[in-house]
């Protein structure tokens, strides 16, 4: 389903002691412009959308006068910034259910005051680092070394490799997987198989040569999903490989109760992995399913 995105409600959440305002800074970004879709406009301050963030969510709270630090504020704009910050946080964990939400205040390029706030998960590409810290390098793994597959391609065929990543790592080779067994295969209707999600999932690959063949996501929930092979590379094993992959990530990423919704045709092969059924059957893009849970 789509992540909604934050609206925070417009009320005052303190009352505020008239101060001389500074004036405007000449070239001042935040004093030129709102900086970002308006979510909230008060007197003395502004929430904004920060949609140029790869991560869904993020927010920025812009004092409207022109001053560098909290420090230089009075007292009651200090409490007034912080109830500011404290309801758009609120607001970020009840809709986008993150792990965490860093609040930061830089300014380094912009000394207009500002607070970013940034919903955070387990599975966004930089967890546990900073959303500014350098986004880890995509490592290839042949299968044969994982002990993962022993039923895999042909040794004649192009070597098959398999990768954990983000979606931007991934998405040019897990969306064409997808394409072909969802929706022309299955029929899923194109806004049912793509969604925000995609952005804060943890996403397997396996590749033969430079052709992707199979995929699979983890979500921050533990949820496992979209476990996709391509028909010509069914019966080999690589199904496998992306299950046992998304379960050693979620295990390395401190996520417990990995799940899943099996289609039922599929049951057996999950139950081969230790999961087990749970619940009544129920439909999702009218195919049936059951939820699954992995023992031990």
């Given amino acids: 389903m789509p992540i909604p995105r934050p609206q925070l409600h417009r009320r005052n959440p303190a009352p505020q002691v008239a101060s001389p305002a500074p004036p405007p800074a000449p070239g001042c970004l935040f004093c030129e412009k709102a900086g970002g879709r308006l979510l909230q406009n008060h007197e003395s301050f502004r929430i904004i959308a920060a949609d140029d963030h790869e991560l869904p969510g993020v927010a920025r709270v812009v004092w409207n006068h022109h001053v560098q630090e909290i420090s230089d504020l009075e007292e009651t704009d200090r409490s007034l910034l912080m109830q500011a910050i404290y309801e758009a946080e609120l607001q970020i964990r009840t809709l986008m259910r993150p792990h965490k939400v860093n609040v930061a205040s830089l300014g380094n390029q912009v000394p207009h005051l500002h607070l970013h706030l940034i919903p955070r998960w387990r599975t966004d590409p930089w967890w546990p680092q900073s959303a500014w810290s350098e986004r880890p390098a995509l490592l290839w793994r042949g299968i044969s070394a994982t002990g993962f597959a022993e039923e895999t ?6 070597p098959a490799l398999f990768a954990v990543g983000d979606w931007k790592q991934l998405k040019d080779m897990a969306s064409p997987v997808r394409q072909k ?9 194109q806004e049912e198989e793509w969604d925000e999600q995609d952005r804060i999932c943890r996403h397997a690959v396996v590749r033969a040569g430079d052709h992707p063949v199979a995929t699979g996501r983890l979500l921050p929930d533990g949820r496992i999903g979209r476990m996709a092979v391509l028909p010509e590379f069914r019966r080999r094993g690589l199904g496998r490989v992306i299950l046992r992959s998304l379960i050693d990530e979620a295990a390395a990423r401190g996520i417990e109760g990995v799940f899943l919704h099996a289609q039922t045709h599929a049951l057996g092969f999950y139950e081969k992995e230790g999961f087990y059924a749970e619940g009544e059957e129920f439909f999702e893009c009218e195919i049936p399913h059951r939820k699954m849970l992995r023992s031990g």
């Fill in 153 to 158: 391609a042909d040794p004649t065929e192009e």
């Fill in 181 to 189: 067994v969802f929706v022309q295969e299955q029929g899923v209707p």
